[in-house]
C-alpha cells in the first residue's frame, strides 16, 4: 500500500495544516466514511508521547502543528490541530490549541477555524 499522509491513522507534525488534491480529499472521505460506517462518531486521539518515538524531546519542533484529534461524524470530519508550545527551554512542552479543520460530506471545500 502506498504511503498515504492525508489518511486519518497517521500522525501530522508539520508547521502548517495539510493539504489534499481532489483525489487525496476523495479517498479520505470515503476512508472516514468506511471508519464510521454505522457508528454516530468516530473520535481518534493522537497522543502526544507518540512524539517520543522520532526526538528525545518536544522541544525541537517548538511552533509546529501538532493534530490532537479527528473526530468523524455524520455531519463530517473535524481535525483538531495544537501548536507545540515551549515559552523557555527550562519549561515543559505544552500543546495550545491552534485550529480545526471542517470537512462536510458534501462538496471539496474545508472549513478552518482559527483559535
Known amino acids: 500500500m502506498p504511503f498515504q499522509p492525508f489518511l486519518p491513522k497517521d500522525t501530522y507534525l508539520a508547521k502548517a495544516t495539510p493539504t489534499r488534491n481532489s483525489e487525496e480529499l ?5 476512508h472516514c466514511l468506511y471508519l464510521l460506517q454505522h457508528r454516530p462518531d468516530v473520535h481518534i486521539d493522537y497522543l502526544f508521547t507518540d512524539l517520543f518515538k522520532v526526538t528525545p524531546h518536544p522541544i525541537v519542533f517548538n511552533g509546529f502543528l501538532w493534530k ?21 527551554p527550562t ?8 485550529c480545526t479543520v ?3 460530506w458534501e462538496g471539496n471545500s474545508y472549513t478552518v477555524t482559527l483559535v
Open 102 to 104: 471542517f470537512y462536510s
Open 26 to 30: 476523495h479517498i479520505f472521505k470515503q
Open 68 to 88: 490532537y484529534r479527528t473526530s468523524i461524524t455524520n455531519e463530517g470530519i473535524l481535525e483538531d490541530y495544537r501548536l507545540i508550545d515551549s515559552e523557555h
Open 91 to 98: 519549561k515543559s512542552t505544552c500543546l495550545s490549541k491552534q
